[in-house]
């Protein structure tokens, strides 16, 4: 099988030195495995959107070396975004996911028919009430049973189209089998058992129809055949419900292998470094004059060391 791994950056601002460090180390990896890599643009979260990112930070990463082959791009290609003045290329588009809606609407349906999701209807003033609920039973809380005593069965099951239609504005939301423990597997991390009782539903469809972070990678990594994810471990507490749901939607013989990077630490070691520690923007270094090569051998080292003393690498002789 191919190596094939990808990034995806989300359109909300500058290119974050952190983020800069999981692409090379993803460039890296499909370099180190003789496979691909891609990028696509993770805009699911329309509250977020800055348009205007885009660009400055493709920008970056070209400068650093860091684009991608396949995917979106700045280089002149037959598929044109005007939204976001780039071009995408490659045989798994597109690669902006908010022009995938009706991928993750017909998945979504399927979905709903296996009984793998459901629509809850509760209203805001429901989920504060169950929130508050929640602070004195410190209990997770059980989604589906708390929509089904508010609705009718059927209601639950409701197609994609009316439900999005529909003015309530129910949220499409994945129903986990709780009574399980679940061991998943990190590359870096070896062997972790989850407590699936610990977790709640998360929420798949939007009200808006946008697909959640969850939805739009369980469905993207598999139909763009990423063999490994690749991600800050941010991502890391979401790893048991990303587990279980391509286990129950793709089968366990299409389960990708995962591996969460630790975040690039502030200077007092205990959170991921921000503006506060200094600068995290890549381009500024740029603008100040510091050579891409000094960057990417700067971010090497901010997670690997071969020992010695030596700092600088630049090109084979010096390993
Ligand atoms: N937009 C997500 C992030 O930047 C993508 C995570 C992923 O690589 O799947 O964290």
């Not at 699911?44 to 930070?57: F, G, H, I, K």
């Not at 991928?103 to 296996?114: C, F, G, R, T, V």
């Not at 049973?145 to 499409?172: C, W």
Request: charge should be negative.
């Amino acid at each position: 099988m191919t190596f094939r791994t990808r990034q995806a950056p989300s359109p909300t601002g500058y290119l974050h030195l952190g983020t800069a460090r999981t692409v090379l180390y993803t460039k890296l990896m499909a370099i180190t495995k003789g496979g691909q890599w891609y990028i696509r643009l993770d805009d699911t979260d329309q509250n977020r959107l800055n348009l205007e990112a885009v660009t400055p930070l493709l920008e970056s990463l070209q400068s650093l070396g860091l684009e991608a082959a396949e995917g979106i791009t700045l280089d002149l290609s037959d598929t044109y975004s005007q939204e976001y003045n780039i071009y995408q290329k490659g045989d798994y588009g597109p690669y902006i996911q908010s022009e995938r809606l009706s991928i993750y609407h017909e998945h979504a349906q399927k979905m709903i028919d296996s009984k793998l999701c459901y629509w809850s209807y509760l209203t805001p003033e429901d989920r504060q009430e169950i929130q508050a609920n929640k602070q004195i039973t410190k209990q997770p809380i059980n989604w589906y049973l708390e929509s089904l005593s508010r609705t009718n069965q059927e209601l639950l099951q409701t197609s994609v189209a009316l439900a999005l239609n529909d003015p309530r504005k129910p949220v499409l939301r994945y129903r986990l089998q709780r009574d399980n423990k679940l061991k998943c597997h990190d590359e870096l991390l070896g062997d972790t058992e989850f407590d699936l009782n610990l977790l709640e539903d998360p929420t798949f469809l939007k009200s808006d129809g946008f697909p959640s972070y969850h939805l739009a990678h369980l469905i993207d990594d598999h139909l763009t055949k990423v063999s490994m994810i690749i991600r800050s471990q941010e991502w890391y507490p979401s790893f048991p419900l990303h587990t279980q749901a391509f286990i129950d939607y793709w089968g366990v013989q299409n389960l990708p292998k995962f591996l969460h990077l630790p975040f690039v630490l502030g200077a007092t070691g205990n959170k991921k470094m921000s503006k506060r520690d200094g600068n995290v923007n890549i381009q500024d270094y740029l603008d100040q004059g510091f050579l891409p090569e000094a960057i990417v051998n700067y971010l090497a080292f901010l997670g690997w060391n071969p020992g010695g003393e030596k700092e600088l690498f630049l090109d084979q002789a010096d390993f």
